[in-house]
């Protein structure tokens, strides 16, 4: 059940690199938030029509609240054009009109007993803090690999750290951590531990995410990816934010956002049938198999 | 509140307890919005465009979004008209909301089989007939841009059902009255209009249409003042009831289409930008009745008063 | 900078030193402008729209703001093709940039009759027809809104002048290809497009038109993912230049166009917005030249590469 | 000449009623502003597209500036709608894009030796502040009448009583002040002076300027009013702010904002040929005329 609601703005944090964190009380909706789900949102400002007309998606980053259930969310953005632009501009005492939460989020279940390694490109790191404290807090092995161009796009690293997460950072310019990209350090994890005993989840940049998926998919592990796509509703009603999977189109809204990297279609894929076979065959496989090892 | 009657309205023999329906396209099959408000709140809605077979629709890159509106290209992808009567029908029957049932066919044939399977279905009001959509090859707007084909099809659906038949017109088009006649003349109960306006836009750095299917179809805000226009004109030349669409957000846009001639309107793209867009217009329509002293909203259906001839100094 | 030649391009015989000219009827004659930049970087101008007799215009109550765009029912108001030459001209011989006469007739022969007093001017570049205009009951839109009409009027003041004819279309019809190459086989030069929508709006509590001429003409952004879309139909259709108009404001939007398309572009609402925003679009093309290793804007013209078939899943 | 520039907002004073007052840095602007010119205003937001599209026309209520030439200039505004909302909330720190300064302003040489009394109804106060500066430093013989619905809505009266310049204030409550509508204090006025010596200037409500304008015409006294039109441009492009006078339609921001009341058509007016005759045959005897009185 997504509400629609009006939250006031308690904080605003300004980060480096367009980067801002806004905490919002929103205490109908903070215990209903699952990891991987997101709202709509865009802030009221009075006047009688929004510029830009539609709101934006964002993940939940985390909640927060004193006590008892939590009654704070908050959002971690990325300016990238008018619509996050007028989100890190709202001040504290201000209000976002807020629909959510929405999406299926993470399933959780497939990573017990797991070596989990969750990817983060960028602002991709939004949508799995939450995640990787309910793994954690449920016990499970969670590690972040964080990706990013350069050390001042890094935010949240200290909020994983909290949770005692190891964090492993890959920059592309070498500023922090390892120099490159993300999936070099997936390799390397791919060599340090028994591949039938990992589990991944991703978000962050397609390009990342295609080459994440394909490294899963390649070894037979089993990996939820978690995509951005232009969404006008969000509830699933405009069919706007469809993607391609192996069998049918999806809502990325309601279907998603997340989606096992063995049966999405990228842009520019095109499987043949029997890339298709394969990889369902594959996928299908890899949920089953457990003790076997590609080499 | 929201059910004070001087908000009823009737069209094409039906009565609906406020003039405020939701379009087609933007409502789902109205289950999508039960966890938002009682749909016994709307006037009614408009289902999905509803096709003989169920349709996938349009390769992603279906939306985006454009100033003070949004392009589309979903392709009309629905369940089919058997599945809108098998899964989603049963979920509605106690949504205490008028149905209408938006649908488009190929052809002629498709029209007239679609509407005798939906003619003793009781929760369906009303059909409309989507004879505008720019976003498939066959059918749809084919029917809307030549009056003729136009006459033909609700001639043929009108025969084939019991039920009201309401057209939806493409704006797309040189005269739109000529179209609204022909389907007077075809015995339409009813005129919904606009579907929406066909446009495109480019990533300029990839030199791509934004949309895969190139072109799609303009909502929102943007259109608004062209929707009003038409549906005036629409209201002057037929005796049938209009029914305005375009780019209402508020009950200030919904007066617009109301004080033109319309005599019921219905909320798209707002449901997106605000899923209970459609109760604020209809309390905004009641406030707006209270603060005016309007007893009947009927009173203001095309009330419009322009003034006399316009002089010119040359 | 702006001289730089990566921007330069020629449309129906005539170098323009880049492809950004300002719109009819929102630079006024030139001169209102050179408070603000020298009119020598634009590509060019085009004046208000100039008839044989002054005209006053429409009573006042001529224009509305509408979501991202605006209404307009000026009424031609102008100062007559005489007073043009007379009043107008005669501050503009150093002015150096591309004059192109934005021209209007109640009838063939007052076209004709002022492409005639036009042809001796050697400050005027070429003659741009508003066949389009939907705010005048005469001439304007009647002219463009019948292929035949169209044919007629352009081939009159194609052997009246021998100065380029572009013909301004209207996008208020449903096939604008139709017309487009009408204009080509009468011998029109280049085509520009789009003119304003019709639209209207209404003041909800006065129950009144928000213009005194009850609809105008709709401009602005809001309509830019529209007049892409036509720009791109007449590109396919005809050989003649297209220019491009309709919600430009920056950059990004005049690249659109030429991606789509056309030749040039015109800069019309925007003007009122930023008095300096025909010069941020050249500045802004330029710059994209250079991020994109761009050495001649030409190359960017009809450059959109369009997927191939869409499949549909039933 | 006008300039196209972004001026920083200095200083934003939240006065009742939703009256606001904005301070910009605007050296260029500043010394170039004559009483009763305009500015067309928008802030800049850094969206791709301002929303509302145009920008809003606002009398330049003041400039200021340590000693030398003023390099500061004031708006007073109220909110309306969207265009005046937004402007409102334009913060220190911030820039608003400025059209300006544009119109003729008011006609300071009709005032000389006058007694000149000027009518303010709401915000048009924000159009005489500069009129009343300049009279009085010219040692003219002011008077301020200033009409408003209720004391709350009257702004900026200690700017008129800082330049001495006595101040009349009716109320349609009776709040503060008289009781009733500007034009009773008008017609007081028009007892206590010789009609003859008195010179006109008014700025508010079309209806309230039109009482005012009748009542002058009738008397034969010259009155400037400074007119409101929707305005797209505010240089003389669009055509779009024409105001209707007896021999033509002129546009309110090239040809005005201020008229002669004279020859100035209301909205609704729509004068005979007859009307049209009597008025301008007493507009012209109202300008040679000096020392005649009409009883
Ligand atoms: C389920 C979901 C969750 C999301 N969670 C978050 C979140 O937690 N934090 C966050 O900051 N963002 C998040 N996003 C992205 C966010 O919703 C914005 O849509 C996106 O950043 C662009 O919106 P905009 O209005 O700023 O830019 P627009 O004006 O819509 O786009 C500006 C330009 O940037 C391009 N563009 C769009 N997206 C991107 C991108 N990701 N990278 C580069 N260019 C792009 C567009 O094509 C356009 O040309 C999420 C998106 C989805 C679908
Ligand atoms: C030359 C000139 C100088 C001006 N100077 C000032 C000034 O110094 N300070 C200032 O505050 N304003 C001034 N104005 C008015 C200002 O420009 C705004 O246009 C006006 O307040 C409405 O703009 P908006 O965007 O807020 O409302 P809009 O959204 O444009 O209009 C909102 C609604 O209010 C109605 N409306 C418009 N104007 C008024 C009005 N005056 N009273 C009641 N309803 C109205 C509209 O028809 C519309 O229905 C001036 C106008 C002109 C032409
Ligand atoms: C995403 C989307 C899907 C639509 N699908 C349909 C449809 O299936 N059938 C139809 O008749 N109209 C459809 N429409 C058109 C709307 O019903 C409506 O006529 C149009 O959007 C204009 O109204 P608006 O500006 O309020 O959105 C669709 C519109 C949108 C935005
Ligand atoms: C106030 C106004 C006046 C106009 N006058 C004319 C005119 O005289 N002749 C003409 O061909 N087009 C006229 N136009 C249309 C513009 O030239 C242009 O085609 C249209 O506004 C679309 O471009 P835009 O969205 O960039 O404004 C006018 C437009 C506006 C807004
Ligand atoms: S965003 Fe509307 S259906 Fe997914
Ligand atoms: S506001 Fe544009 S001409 Fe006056």
């Known amino acids: 059940m997504a509400q629609v609601l009006e939250a006031p703005v308690l904080q605003r944090i300004v980060l480096p690199r367009d980067n801002f964190l806004l905490e919002l009380e929103a205490p109908s909706m903070a215990p209903e938030i699952r990891p991987g789900q997101f709202v709509m949102a865009a802030p009221c400002d009075g006047l009688s029509l929004p510029n830009p007309l539609l709101k934006r998606a964002l993940a939940v980053y985390s909640v927060a609240g004193k006590g008892g259930a939590p009654s704070r969310i908050q959002l971690l953005l990325k300016v990238i054009g008018d619509g996050t632009r007028r989100l890190a501009d709202a001040q504290p005492g201000s209000t976002l009109g807020l629909v959510g939460p929405l999406g299926n989020g993470f399933d959780l279940e497939a990573g017990k007993g797991r070596i989990n390694l969750i990817l983060a490109g960028g602002i991709g790191i939004a949508s799995v803090l939450l995640l990787a404290e309910q793994l954690a807090r449920a016990g499970e092995v969670v590690e972040l690999l964080y990706g990013a161009r350069s050390e001042r796009d890094l935010v949240g690293i200290s909020d994983f750290e909290k949770l005692d997460i190891p964090v492993l950072v890959t920059t592309e310019d070498g500023s922090r951590g390892e120099k490159g990209l993300i999936t070099e350090g997936l390799k390397r994890c791919l060599e340090r531990f028994p591949r039938e005993h990992l589990n991944l989840y991703t978000c962050g940049p397609n390009p990342m995410m295609q080459a994440v998926s394909r490294l899963a998919v390649e070894h037979g592990i089993p990996c939820q990816i978690s995509v951005e796509t232009k969404m006008a509703c969000g509830f699933g009603v405009c069919l706007g934010c469809s993607i391609k999977t192996l069998d049918s189109y999806r809502l990325a809204c309601t279907h998603g956002p997340v989606f096992q990297a063995e049966t999405f279609v990228w842009e520019g894929e095109n499987p043949s049938s029997e890339d298709t076979l394969r990889r369902q065959a594959g996928s299908s496989s890899s949920r089953r198999r457990t003790g076997l090892s590609h080499g | ?314």
Request: glycine share 10%; proline share 5%; net charge negative.
């Open chain 2, 1 to 314: 509140m929201a059910d004070s009657s001087c908000l009823a309205v009737e069209v094409s023999g039906l009565e609906f307890r406020n003039p405020v329906l939701t379009a087609s396209g933007t409502f789902g099959y109205g289950l999508e919005f039960e966890q938002f408000f009682p749909l016994s709140r709307l006037g009614g809605f408009c289902t999905k465009g509803l096709s003989l077979l169920p349709m996938a629709g349009t390769a992603p890159g279906r939306i985006h979004e454009t100033p003070a509106g949004m392009l589309n290209a979903i392709g009309l992808e629905n369940v089919g008209v058997e599945g809108f009567i098998e899964d989603k029908l049963p979920h509605l029957t106690r949504c205490d909301t008028r149905i209408i049932a938006n649908v488009l066919g190929k052809t002629i044939e498709e029209f007239v089989e679609i509407a005798r399977r939906l003619d003793p279905i009781q929760l369906v009001s009303a059909l409309e007939l989507n004879i505008s959509c720019p976003n498939i090859s066959e059918g749809g707007i084919h029917f809307g841009h030549d009056p003729r084909m136009t006459h033909k099809v609700v001639a043929s659906v009108r025969s084939a059902t019991s039920k009201p038949v309401w057209v939806k017109l493409s704006p797309n088009v040189t005269d739109v009255t000529v179209f609204a006649r022909a389907c007077e003349e075809a015995g339409a109960d009813a005129i919904t209009l606009i579907n929406t306006y066909v446009g495109m836009s480019i990533d300029v750095d990839k030199r791509r249409p934004m949309l895969s299917n190139t072109t799609g179809g303009l909502s929102g805000p943007a259109i608004r003042p062209l929707a009003v226009r038409l549906v005036r004109e629409v209201y002057q030349t037929v005796n049938i009831p209009v029914i305005g669409i375009g780019g209402i957000s508020n009950a200030r846009d919904a007066l617009e289409f109301l004080i033109a001639g319309a005599r019921a309107v219905q909320v798209g793209t707002a449901n997106f930008v605000d899923p209970c867009a459609a109760i604020k217009v209809i309390d905004g329509l009641e406030e707006h009745c209270r603060r005016h002293n309007i007893s009947d909203i009927n009173e203001l259906v095309g009330s419009l008063q322009v003034e006399e001839g316009q002089f010119f100094y040359y």
